[in-house]
């Protein structure tokens, strides 16, 4: 059963992740999620046959063709997860901060190339290609952009699990020699840094809930999720006004246990 594993992992009662419901089979968004748990990674996630399909990329991904980033894939995610950026408290599967470092849509593309560049694939091909274990696809990011590929390694390792992977960038227009990740380390949905997001004393002051990047969000979708984030915050502001110095004391506290 789809997102099955999600699910058992996790006790919604207790964690403000999204529940495991299954989205429409059509949609080709990604994201990648900053994510401050026991270790430091990013979540690199594609929508696929209404999931994410998700690795942990310890790295992080990078634009530059000379890095092959490990990615451990994981269980799928909830496609509603694309948006998700909070705090996941101590106790939970994933404990700790996640911030959304980067969104937009992405393609799948043929593993033949015409005239030396790649061309679209179908979902069918994108599905088999996943399934062989390779599979190149195009990012339109506000950070990532151009031509990727995630290709399984095989039994390398003593131990391996079967879960890795390898992210590497194309060549082509999109890629950046000697890339550093920690250059663009701010939300694209909030502009916030995770410390920010953590809500840690001494971060960096708050700068705006109106983030001066918003005018560039065209895409429908992606002003869809940026106006559930305002709203989900909105929500939480009433309430939590009261609660606010409090949670600033226990927030410091808040991070690094599981997952
Ligand atoms: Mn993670």
């Not at 990078?62 to 101590?90: N, T, W």
């Not at 151009?146 to 039994?155: E, I, N, P, S, T």
């Not at 109106?210 to 009433?238: E, F, H, I, M, T």
């Amino acid at each position: 059963m789809p997102l099955e594993e999600y699910k058992r992992k996790r006790k919604f009662e207790d964690t403000p992740e999204p529940p495991p419901k299954l989205g429409s089979k059509t949609g080709h968004r990604f994201v990648v999620q900053k994510h401050d748990a026991t270790r430091l990674h990013y979540d690199f996630r594609l929508e696929m046959d209404g999931v994410l399909k998700s690795w942990a990329v310890p790295k992080g991904p990078s634009l530059d063709p000379g890095d092959k980033r490990l990615a451990m894939q994981v269980e799928d995610h909830p496609v509603s997860y694309f948006d998700f950026e909070g705090i996941i408290p101590e106790n939970n599967y994933g404990a700790g901060t996640v911030m959304v470092w980067d969104l937009g849509t992405w393609q799948p593309l043929s593993p033949v190339q015409v005239e030396g560049k790649y061309v679209p694939a179908t979902d069918a091909e994108a599905a088999a290609m996943l399934a062989k274990g390779d599979l190149k696809f195009r990012l339109n990011g506000k950070k990532l952009k151009g031509d990727f590929a995630l290709v399984k390694m095989r039994g390398r390792r003593p131990g391996s699990k079967g879960n890795e992977w390898l992210l590497i960038k194309k060549h082509d227009a999109a890629e950046v020699e000697g890339y550093d990740i920690d250059d663009y380390d701010e939300s694209v949905l909030s502009k916030r840094s995770l410390a920010e997001i953590a809500g840690n004393a001494g971060a960096k002051e708050w700068k705006s809930s109106r983030p001066a990047s918003r005018g560039k969000l065209k895409a429908a979708w992606l002003a869809d999720a940026v106006a559930k984030l305002d709203q989900k915050n909105l929500a939480k502001k009433a309430p939590a006004k009261a609660a606010k110095k409090k949670q600033k004391s226990q927030t410091q506290g808040t991070r690094r246990n599981t997952g």
